[in-house]
């Protein structure tokens, strides 16, 4: 997909289109991958990247999930579901490589269920509530071309399980930009209420902005998809300054705890539990 045309219709036909929505392929993106960590990388510093991307992951699956029953049409429904669902497959293979690498011997379920707040490395716009649908759009857009853009750089990353990981999630989150993108450009150009309802949103996200782009280095490829998109949608580019703070550091708002308590809760009520 051209970062030309990022809220181009899905309908348009595209001759090798790999989007989620008309079929990836079921293949294991690790298959064959040498899990050794390569030679003059920090394995402890390896191991903390692939949580806090995990986590960033994670969190934002569980918040899209919350949309389930919810979402102004059933094909929206599914659709913000099989994208939390990318994110959450990512979030599996993140989590396992961490406990590959950091000596631990943690898997997946380790890292998502038995880890307090404070642990969680995610971004704070991550975890922030669902709000309107304009809000999870607007959210879903800044998060998406973000890690997409992080992502492209992993893609060629030494260690060759991470490098495997992004190449794999380069196409999801392609996908996810793009759906943001369409439905922030139709509600920025729609009624009178949903371009409301947009401007509101981007006021919110604005503060949050400056921590993604202290996080990765990926300022300029953000902004000019947000500009893009805004400029079609007849919206204002959202004017951010920084939040003191950073998720990064383990600083979170009051609503990663209560999102974590509802995501643990089964697993820590029967840890031993399988099925």
């Not at 094909?75 to 396992?96: K, T």
């Not at 898997?107 to 969680?120: I, N, Q, S, V």
């Not at 750089?153 to 989150?173: N, Q, W």
Request: net charge negative; glycine share 8%.
């Amino acid at each position: 997909m051209s970062d030309d045309h990022v809220y181009l219709t899905l309908a348009e036909g595209h001759e090798d289109d790999t989007r989620w929505a008309y079929g990836t392929g079921f293949e294991d993106p690790l298959h064959g991958v040498d899990t050794t960590v390569p030679d003059g990388l920090d394995a402890a510093e390896l191991a903390a990247s692939c949580v806090a991307l995990a986590d960033d992951a994670l969190v934002c699956a569980q918040r899209l999930a919350e949309w389930t029953t919810r979402a102004p049409e059933l094909e929206e429904e599914v659709a913000l579901a099989n994208i939390g669902l990318d994110l959450l497959g990512q979030a599996r293979l993140l989590y396992a490589r961490a406990g590959q690498v950091d000596g631990t011997g943690r898997d997946e379920d380790a890292y998502a269920y038995f880890r307090d707040a404070d642990d969680f490395r995610n971004v704070r716009l991550a975890e922030l509530p669902n709000g309107d649908f304009a809000f999870s759009v607007v959210r879903l857009l800044a998060l998406s071309s973000w890690r997409l853009a992080h992502f492209e750089r992993l893609a060629a990353h030494p260690d060759p399980v991470l490098s495997a990981i992004a190449a794999k999630g380069v196409k999801e989150l392609a996908y996810h930009r793009q759906y943001a993108a369409e439905w922030a450009v139709r509600l920025g150009d729609g009624t009178a209420e949903s371009h409301r309802r947009m401007r509101a949103a981007l006021e919110r996200v604005a503060p949050y902005l400056g921590e993604l782009f202290t996080v990765y280095d990926v300022r300029d490829e953000v902004v000019a998809v947000l500009r893009q998109v805004t400029e079609a949608g007849g919206l204002p580019m959202p004017v951010y300054r920084p939040l003191p703070g950073s998720g990064r550091a383990g600083e979170h708002t009051e609503h990663l705890a209560p999102l974590l308590a509802e995501l643990q809760s089964v697993a820590r009520a029967h840890p031993e539990a399988t099925w």
